[in-house]
């Protein structure tokens, strides 16, 4: 089955009101950000590289303004001038101000996770934080988060977007696998099965045996790879599937020509 790594999504995920809530539609905060490079004032990263051709560089930001006094300050938690406070969160390497939703920042990610922090660990191979839940029990991918996901080809270790870690340990956006559960059941990278699939294996065990060929393919074996377990065999042919000898799964594909034997 699928794991769901709920500290793959970057902290401010979620969409809110910004005049109830205070911020912007990403977080709730209650200064701007003066942006280093262009020396603008956004309430966040997002809101800057939405509206500009330049991306701001969140760990360069050296000066806030305050919401409720104006007074543009260096970068704190708290308004030098009415005290009021930037954020119940406060990051100081990544700038990042929002409500308390139990954030931690990860050293080795190098960025804010939505916590718990106890909750999670990060896997030294992967390069990311996952639930404890998958403490030995998924596939690793070296730096498997620092490759954009397969589908909409957008940045996965970023993004706000929680992220799935696939049976073959590769990573989607939440969102891009229901999409693609639509459509499909296998890794777009690998063609692995990215679902339990064994009780439907066995469903098409019983139409094959109910659908016979017709008597010119009744006697033709062929090769067949098989994408689940990369086991290559020889079966007979079926236009209903081809069932892998190994691990018994019908995700494969024929792999060669196909074979009349001599009668």
């Known amino acids: ?147 954009d996901c397969p589908i909409c080809l957008e940045d996965i270790h970023t993004s706000r977007v929680e992220a799935r870690v696939l049976p073959c340990g590769h990573l989607l956006h939440k969102t891009c696998y229901e999409e693609m559960l639509k459509e499909g059941y296998r890794c777009p990278l690998c063609m692995h099965s990215a679902l339990d699939m064994r009780r439907y294996w066995r469903q098409l065990d019983d139409e094959v045996a109910q659908t016979p060929m017709p008597t010119e393919y009744q006697n033709m074996m062929v090769e067949i790879l098989c994408n689940d377990c990369n086991s290559r065999s020889t079966v007979q042919f079926h236009l209903l599937g081809m069932k892998c000898t190994n691990c018994e799964s019908y995700n494969t594909a024929q792999d060669g020509k196909s074979k009349q034997p001599v009668e």
């Open 1 to 147: 089955s699928c794991g769901a790594v709920r500290g793959m999504a970057a902290v401010g995920e979620e969409r809110r009101d910004p005049e109830r809530a205070g911020g912007c539609e990403h977080y709730r905060r209650g200064c701007l950000l003066r942006a280093p490079c262009c020396g603008k004032l956004y309430p966040c990263r997002l809101c800057h590289d939405g509206a500009e051709e330049h991306r701001l560089d969140r760990f360069r930001v050296a000066e806030v303004q305050c919401t409720r006094c104006r007074l543009l300050q260096k970068v704190q938690q708290r308004c030098q001038g009415c005290g009021s406070l930037f954020g119940e969160y406060y990051c100081d390497v990544c700038h990042l101000f929002d409500r308390d939703r139990q954030q931690y920042h990860c050293q080795h990610c190098g960025i804010c996770r939505i916590g718990p922090k106890e909750d999670f660990f990060h896997c030294a191979k992967c390069n990311l934080c996952l639930s404890l839940s998958l403490q030995g029990k998924h596939k690793c991918i070296e730096n498997v988060s620092r490759q």
